[in-house]
C-alpha cells in the first residue's frame, strides 16, 4: 500500500497569500476575521492550506465523517508549514479542568485517533474527533464534535477522564469541555509557536 504523500496535497503561501484564501472564502465574516489575526500575529511564517485529498484521507483513516465546517476552514486555512506546537493565551469558558493550565500546555494540532483502543473511546463513547494533544501527554486533547456535526466548537478533554467515565458507567461525554467558539477562534488565540524538535 502506497503511504499517502500530505505534502503532496498541501497549498503553502506568505501572509500575503493567506490573506487572499482568507477573503476569497465564503467563511462567516465573524471566522474571516479571527483567522486573518491570526495571520497578522504571525505574518513571517508560511501558511497552509489542505485540499479535498487530505480531508478525504483523515476521514477513510479513521473511518469518520468529517463535518463539513472543519473541511471548509481547514481548506481555506490549516495552520502554518512546516507544523508547529502552539500555545493560547486563554481559553473562552472557563468549565475545563485545563483552564488554569493554558500558560503549560503546548498543543500540537494533529488529526485522528492513535490506534483503535484511543477510537473507541473517542469515537464510539465520546463521539469526538481528535484534532490536537497536549505535547507528550495525556491529560488534554482538543477535539470537534461528531455527535452534532453542526456544533462547530472545539472541545478539551482528558483521555484518562473519559476512561474514568466509561468504567464508572458515567456519560463518557460528560468529560467535554467547550473552549472555543470555532477552529477560526483557536487560531485567533494562538499567543505563541514553536518547532517540534524543540520540545524534544
Known sequence: MTKFDHEQHLIKGDADAARSWI???????????????????FSSLTFVKEDDAILD??????????????????????????PMLLQVDDFQWYNSPRSDDVDDIWYQLRFGYHGEEQRT????????????????????YLGVD????????IFDFSGADLRDNKLARRPVRGSLYPVFESYAQLL?????????DAAL
Request: charged share 25%; glycine share 4%; hydrophobic share 45%.
Open 121 to 140: 473511546l473517542f469515537f464510539e463513547d465520546a463521539k469526538i474527533y481528535r484534532i490536537g494533544v497536549w505535547w507528550g501527554t495525556d491529560e488534554s
Open 57 to 82: 484521507h483523515y476521514a477513510e483513516t479513521d473511518r469518520v465523517a468529517l463535518p463539513a465546517w472543519l473541511r471548509e476552514v481547514r481548506s481555506t486555512l490549516a495552520f502554518v508549514d512546516p
Open 146 to 153: 461528531l455527535h452534532a456535526p453542526g456544533d462547530q466548537r
Open 23 to 41: 477573503q476569497s472564502s465564503a467563511l462567516p465574516e465573524d471566522q474571516k476575521a479571527d483567522l486573518l489575526q491570526f495571520v497578522a500575529n
Open 188 to 196: 485567533a488565540h494562538v499567543a505563541e509557536v514553536q518547532p517540534l
